[in-house]
């Protein structure tokens, strides 16, 4: 892939990561209503038969800073374990201490996963941060290109710069599962590239670990910034997003939105463009209506599935307000549709769906390894699978929310996707 068009094409995306910092605030204070009046859009307000929107933006806001806290330990102790595999030459040369660093990563994983459906990808909410320090520097995929951190390798430079595409818990992934003996994987034969080939394998495990150090240090700094936001003894974007009463259903509105994540990147970027794209419209690398393992999430730690299990789980949280294991008690969306519908029914399905998308995840963990085989075609069982749970089970689930849920709540959907494909 050329370097060159990769940094082109990655220039847009920084700004607007820098841009959407100045504005994601605007969000919670541009519309005064009564609590339970929810605009229509038709020119008139409809009087909600549900009472505790406060509630219920209270238990979104603990849940998303409950996240950021989680995600801020979790890379902490992900750097303790790096650092401790890079250490020197002879625990380089660890496989020991490689698997205990690779295992950090796994454990740390699912807690991003969890927290990227609250602020990625234009959806969701949360406090100004400096210049480029939002969740998309924590993990810029599917932006990243190894190709562009293994120039850096082949320059010995471990400084990994501004562009979001070499660093975050995606270059992490590559640098750490890697093969320690692999060579570069650019569309070039640029002498220094070459060059870095021709490495022995210690050495060139000794540049990679020198650039995680600084990878996973920068993770944490923008982690723990962000945590910091939210914190009531900091920022106290907690405090800010509890006390939004004049904005109560433009705040319910950006939740909604942040739950949209799994609508937008699940379907489209970790499921559809491997696929070939043909139902999202969503162009795959090896190009239109082609199945492309290439494009697959986290290829190098083969767990693309556990990350759309994670976003699944986050999307479950949220919608009940909580812990699924105490529906019963708290305050969610659930609770919101039950009253609006005047009973259960519609409530209880899209619980169920979501159930059903976990239990068909963890299925396909089982068939699909297939997934991660980037220089081969996906077998026809595990595609058939992925093919039947994308039209079933998940489509059900996307599809209610958006579709049923949504107009019911008079609530809006993400701009944009109404004109989805799917």
Excluded at 80 to 95: D, L, R, V, W
Aim: net charge negative; proline share 4%; glycine share 6%.
């Amino acid at each position: 892939m050329n370097r060159q068009i990769i940094l082109k094409n990655i220039a847009p995306r920084l700004v607007y990561i820098v841009g959407f910092s100045l504005v994601i605030l605007l969000a919670l204070g541009s519309v005064s209503c009564d609590r339970n009046s929810v605009d229509n859009n038709s020119g008139s307000n409809y009087v909600s038969k549900f009472t505790k929107h406060q509630q219920l933006i209270e238990n979104s806001a603990d849940i998303m800073y409950a996240g950021y806290g989680q995600l801020a330990t979790a890379t902490i102790t992900l750097k303790s374990s790096i650092y401790e595999y890079c250490a020197n030459t002879t625990s380089i040369a660890s496989s020991t201490k490689r698997q205990a660093a690779q295992n950090a990563f796994k454990a740390a994983m699912p807690v991003l996963q969890h927290s990227l459906s609250h602020s990625a990808k234009e959806q969701g909410l949360g406090p100004a941060l400096d210049g480029e320090r939002g969740i998309e520097v924590v993990y810029s995929w599917p932006l990243t290109s190894s190709c562009n951190i293994d120039f850096k390798l082949a320059e010995n430079n471990a400084n990994p710069g501004y562009a979001i595409n070499r660093r975050g818990m995606d270059a992490l992934e590559y640098l750490l599962f890697v093969d320690p003996n692999s060579n570069h994987t650019c569309d070039s034969t640029e002498i220094q590239l070459e060059t870095f080939n021709a490495l022995s394998e210690a050495v060139k495990q000794l540049r990679r670990c020198n650039y995680m150090k600084a990878v996973i240090a920068d993770v944490v700094i923008t982690t723990n910034k962000i945590k910091e936001r939210w914190d009531p003894a900091d920022g106290d974007f907690l405090g800010t997003m509890k006390n939004s009463h004049l904005d109560v259903l433009v705040t319910l509105n950006n939740i909604a939105d942040a739950m949209y994540y799994l609508a937008d990147v699940g379907k489209e970027d970790k499921l559809d463009q491997p696929m070939g794209g043909g139902r999202t419209g969503t162009t795959p690398s090896c190009g239109t209506d082609a199945v492309c393992p290439a494009d697959v999430e986290s290829p190098n730690a083969k767990i693309s599935l556990d990350n759309l299990i994670a976003n699944t789980v986050s999307f479950q949280e949220l919608y009940y307000g909580g812990s699924p294991a105490n529906k019963a008690t708290n305050v969610g969306f659930d609770d919101w549709l039950i009253a609006e519908e005047g009973n259960n029914t519609l409530a209880e399905k899209l619980g169920t769906d979501i159930t059903t998308v976990l239990s068909d995840l963890n299925l396909l963990k089982t068939h699909c390894t297939s997934l991660y085989m980037a220089t081969s075609t996906v077998t026809s069982d595990c595609f058939t699978r992925l093919e039947e749970f994308y039209d079933g089970p998940f489509q059900n689930m996307t599809q209610s929310w958006r579709d049923d849920v949504l107009p019911i709540l008079r609530l809006q959907p993400p701009q944009g996707s109404l004109n989805d494909a799917d």
